[in-house]
């Protein structure tokens, strides 16, 4: 039985010969070197094409039969964040369809305290990026320069909606005026020295805690400093002042009543604000003296010269 084998195995390989198709196109026919040489790139068959048109949006309102799969309420359920996602795109749509309406500059436009990331976060109930959520800011900012009186309601409802509780511009503090009896008030600080000046007018006569002038401030420097204000407007004689100072050095204290008296100075007469600010009377000390604790003493360190 040995015999037979070869001729079993060269039966199953003409059998796999003869199974084999025949090649029925030319290209399959030509040498290795001329099929590579007819090759192309999916780049030079789509530059040769003209651009497929865009699909058109869906509108599943226009179904007359309910489909069978269940359709999403959001058109970005699938996207990582629905929620900020249909934000923008409602912002996006607000932005092209008032395009057209006139807009004011950045510094016209009225301010607006817009949500800071967490509370926005907590707004959406998503992780928000803060590069994605400044790309909706500044959709905001966008809509917030149209004209004011201009506005349409929907953009309004839309804007407010996205504002902090407790806006802090929304609500606006009245300027100062007189009271009943012709006088303004103004407060100056100065380190830890704080002044309260009624000023009204009168003949010059100036009373600082009760006392004069030569009495509140023995320094002629400090007694000039005090009616820097009236002195630089050429006021002096026009206005009476009656101060309150508290707390400081005499030097603070009479730098406070500089700055009381020309705040005070700016509700009678608004229009001296430029000549107060160039004369240095309104400029507000950005010092602060820091308070030590009682019986804190500073370590005082060594000399490196002096041996141990």
Avoid at 207 to 221: D, Q, T
Wanted: aromatic share 6%; proline share 7%.
């Amino acid at each position: 039985m040995a015999w037979h084998k070869p001729n079993i195995a060269q039966a199953m390989q003409s059998l796999r010969l003869t199974s084999l198709p025949k090649p029925t196109s030319r290209l399959s026919t030509l040498p290795i070197h001329q099929t590579r040489s007819r090759r192309s790139y999916a780049t030079e068959a789509e530059a040769t094409k003209t651009p497929a048109p865009a699909a058109q949006e869906i509108n599943f309102g226009t179904f007359t039969q309910k489909p069978a799969r269940i359709i999403p309420a959001s058109p970005s359920y699938f996207s990582g964040s629905p929620r900020f996602i249909d934000h923008v795109l409602k912002l996006e749509t607000l932005q092209a369809k008032y395009a057209s309406l006139p807009t004011v500059v950045a510094g016209e436009a009225p301010r607006m305290a817009w949500f800071k990331l967490a509370q926005f976060r907590d707004y959406v109930g998503e992780p928000v990026p803060m590069k994605k959520y400044k790309s909706l800011v500044k959709i905001l900012q966008r809509l917030n320069r149209i004209q004011p009186d201009l506005v349409p309601g929907e953009v309004r409802e839309t804007l407010n909606s996205f504002l902090r509780p407790g806006n802090p511009y929304a609500v606006q503090n009245e300027p100062p005026t007189l009271d009943e009896n012709g006088r303004a008030r103004g407060k100056g600080k100065r380190k830890e020295s704080s002044a309260v000046v009624q000023l009204v007018e009168g003949e010059g006569e100036v009373l600082i805690n009760g006392k004069s002038l030569v009495e509140a401030f023995k320094r002629v420097h400090d007694r000039e400093s005090a009616l820097w204000a009236l002195r630089c407007t050429q006021r002096l004689d026009k206005y009476n002042v009656w101060a309150t100072v508290r707390g400081g050095g005499v030097t603070g204290q009479a730098e406070a009543v500089t700055l009381a008296i020309a705040r005070a100075l700016m509700v009678h007469e608004p229009g001296l604000k430029g000549v107060l600010r160039k004369a240095g009377a309104i400029t507000v000390d950005a010092r602060r003296v820091e308070r030590k604790k009682p019986g804190h003493v500073k370590a005082r360190k060594m000399p490196t010269w002096v041996k141990r």
